[in-house]
């Protein structure tokens, strides 16, 4: 029997890109300067992204929607999932939902995918690089009554309504099989998402949220009414339903009592020169003092 | 009621280090709150376990003992410690920062709807005020961690939600036996009572593990490299350097992600907490994230191009100058002095 296609939602996430943190990233005062660094798709969000292109790719007539939370800013990497084979994508976007710790932006995340009806396959990078917390996933299934499996390399597939995934753990591999609906995190073992496609960058390069419409010439408007496609979905508070006493700061158990910027304490360091000289030196005091040897 | 409780994860009969280091924790954070300090043991054929757990001072220990709990999987674990929890009301529960406890953590603080902070990489007790709900509370648990690449240092409270929950890497504290002889309970759970038949969804049907070849962990020296070595083989240098002095190499998390050493050998916040005696950070920047988990080598060398390096102000001693001509000279030296 042929399967039908099955549904699929990939958790996306802008972040900041914490990895390349130059020079300007800090200011004088020795503060974070959020400016400078660039915003990126979450890297393991796009490990996620191609383990759920590969199941299009496999099973005829599976569909793969893109979700994110955040400002409207946030829809450029909807438009990056386009362009590697998404079928759609919604930005969840509204003050609400600022402040949110991971559970009050799980339970954000599981009220949008609920609004999505049925769906069978959700797939999340393992974590995002500028918070390392690997909550939100297990969390968004929890909210979901719906079994997880983390920390996965290879979704091997779907069959009888079972999904078969092999895990990277800390010290070895396990694969596990488990029914539908799953929530699958991605770990970055996993295989790299293939790059853009030039088809795709052609269709979909015009695509906006609609709090990107707001500055746009008319025949951009008129383009938009042609091509419904070019509509990135876009969901404030209003357009899910939800409990408002669990959405932002209200519905975050975590507070933030005090953040501490890093300043290094100097201590007096021995300055030495790469001469042979001053190696030689190093090496005798290390060996004498039996630091090493 | 109202106690520490320590989720303890087992790996083939023995209790991981990183569960002995939280009920070392564990048991300070119970002696300051003046109450007591209890652990949880899922799995199977668990028979005398609590052996290995007591001496660290706990007083009571849960053992849920059922063939379906070994390997771990996410639902079944998940709903006996929601129901424990449920029942006994811990004000701190602490796990693992592991593929386990990241997997089963959340799904707990989900179910509960109570806070959970990744990694921290200090836990202490202290009293927080909301001076906009004009409340204060008394003797929170605080959950330090780096955030935002290591850039800064969050401390982050739970101020009405029950049970604190904070997971924490291996090798980030220290574990310690309090006494041999130290006397606590046993307390055998009713598996049926705890778990639902559909909690077994999803199942274990093939598990290849190895034990990891490398232990920069227990690592006397360490010579580690960054983003800043440049290239795989340029690593290479290091690992020439490690086998002449007898250390292991280890990278920053630039460095793994740079692909120029595997994920095992990262040192820092996402990565395994070091304390060597002599530590060579080569072409490593030093931001907070990698030196959190290496701050506690006896001796650093720091060797970077960069005059500047934040890595400097940790170091005992700073060669300003590129790793291709200093690591040689290292290696040449050693071999001199030593013949």
Redesign the interface.
């Known amino acids: 029997m042929r399967m039908k296609g099955l549904k699929i939602v990939v958790l996306a996430k802008q972040v900041?890109d914490?990895?390349n943190?130059g020079k300007d990233?800090?200011k004088a005062d020795g503060t974070?300067n959020r400016a400078a660094l660039p915003a990126i798709f979450n890297p393991e969000d796009l490990n996620a992204l191609e383990q759920a292109l590969r199941l299009k790719d496999k099973y005829e007539g599976t569909e793969v929607t893109l979700l994110t939370m955040g400002p409207g800013r946030a829809a450029e990497i909807i438009r990056e999932g386009l362009y590697r084979g998404a079928d759609n994508g919604y930005l969840l976007s509204d003050r609400a939902f600022a402040g949110s710790?991971?559970?009050a932006t799980?339970y954000a995340l599981s009220c949008a995918i609920k609004q999505m009806g049925k769906v069978d396959v959700i797939i999340a990078g393992r974590q995002a690089?500028?918070?390392?917390?690997?909550?939100?996933?297990?969390?968004v299934?929890?909210?979901l009554g719906m079994?997880?499996?983390?920390?996965a390399e290879e979704v091997v597939g779907v069959e009888k309504a079972k999904v078969?995934v092999k895990?990277r753990?800390?010290?070895?591999?396990?694969?596990?099989?488990?029914?539908l609906p799953m929530m699958i995190t991605v770990n970055a073992?996993a295989p790299e998402c293939r790059p853009r496609n030039a088809k795709y960058v052609m269709k979909y390069k015009h695509a906006r949220a609609v709090s990107e419409m707001q500055n746009v010439a008319e025949d951009y408007i008129a383009l938009h009414n042609n091509r419904p496609y070019l509509h990135i979905g876009e969901w404030s508070v209003n357009d899910i339903e939800t409990k408002e006493e669990e959405l932002g700061l209200s519905g975050?158990?975590?507070?933030?009592?005090?953040?501490?910027?890093?300043v290094?304490?100097?201590?007096e360091?021995?300055?030495?020169?790469?001469t042979?000289g001053?190696?030689?030196e190093?090496?005798?005091e290390?060996?004498a003092n039996h630091?090493?040897? | 009621m109202n106690n520490v409780f320590v989720y303890c994860e087992i790996d083939e009969g023995k209790v991981a280090d990183v569960s002995l280091e939280l009920l070392t924790k564990g048991r300070k954070l119970a002696d300051d709150l003046k109450c007591q300090l209890e652990a949880v043991v899922i799995g199977s054929n668990l028979k005398g376990v609590e052996k290995q757990i007591i001496p660290y001072g706990v007083d009571m220990v849960w053992i849920a003992d059922d063939k379906r709990l070994y390997p771990f999987t996410t639902l079944p674990h998940t709903s006996i410690v929601v129901k424990l929890f449920q029942e006994q009301k811990p004000q701190i529960a602490l796990m693992g920062a592991t593929c386990i406890g990241r997997d089963l953590g959340p799904r707990v603080s989900s179910a509960l709807h109570s806070g959970l902070t990744a990694d921290c990489t200090s836990l202490e007790i202290g009293d927080h005020e909301d001076k906009k709900a004009k409340k204060s509370y008394k003797d929170l648990l605080y959950q330090i961690r780096p955030a935002f690449g290591g850039n800064i240092v969050a401390t982050i409270v739970n101020p009405e939600c029950r049970p604190q929950m904070a997971t924490v890497r291996e090798g980030v504290m220290k574990k310690q036996i309090l006494s041999d002889a130290y006397k606590g309970k046993v307390k055998n759970l009713e598996v049926e009572q705890y778990v639902k038949p559909e909690d077994f969804v999803v199942s274990v049907i093939e598990r290849h593990m190895e034990k990891s070849k490398v232990n920069i962990k227990n690592a006397g020296i360490i010579v580690s490299g960054g983003y800043g070595v440049g290239s795989k083989e340029n690593f290479n240098l290091l690992y020439e350097l490690a086998d002449v002095i007898g250390a292991e190499v280890g990278a920053s998390r630039a460095a793994v992600d740079a692909g120029y050493a595997e994920h095992e050998r990262q040192i820092g916040q996402t990565g395994v907490t070091v304390r060597p005696k002599l530590y060579i950070a080569c072409g490593i920047s030093g931001q907070i994230q990698h030196t959190a988990g290496m701050e506690e080598s006896s001796m650093v060398i720091a060797i970077n191009t960069d005059p500047n390096a934040p890595i400097n102000q940790v170091a005992d001693y700073v060669i300003t100058g590129d790793i291709a001509t200093v690591v040689p000279k290292m290696i040449k030296y050693y071999k001199e002095n030593t013949k």
């Not at chain 1, 753990?169 to 029914?179: K, T």
């Not at chain 1, 975050?252 to 890093?262: F, G, L, R």
Request: charged share 25%; proline share 6%.
């Open positions: 900041p914490t990895r943190v990233a800090m974070v710790d991971t559970l799980s690089i500028d918070g390392d917390t690997a909550q939100v996933g297990p969390q299934a929890e909210k079994p997880q499996i983390t920390y078969t895990r753990l800390e010290n070895g591999v396990e694969v596990v099989e488990g029914a073992s975050s158990p975590t507070k933030v009592k005090s953040i501490e910027n890093v290094f304490q100097a201590k360091a021995k300055v030495l020169e790469p042979d001053d190696m030689d190093l090496m005798k290390l060996i630091t090493i040897g």
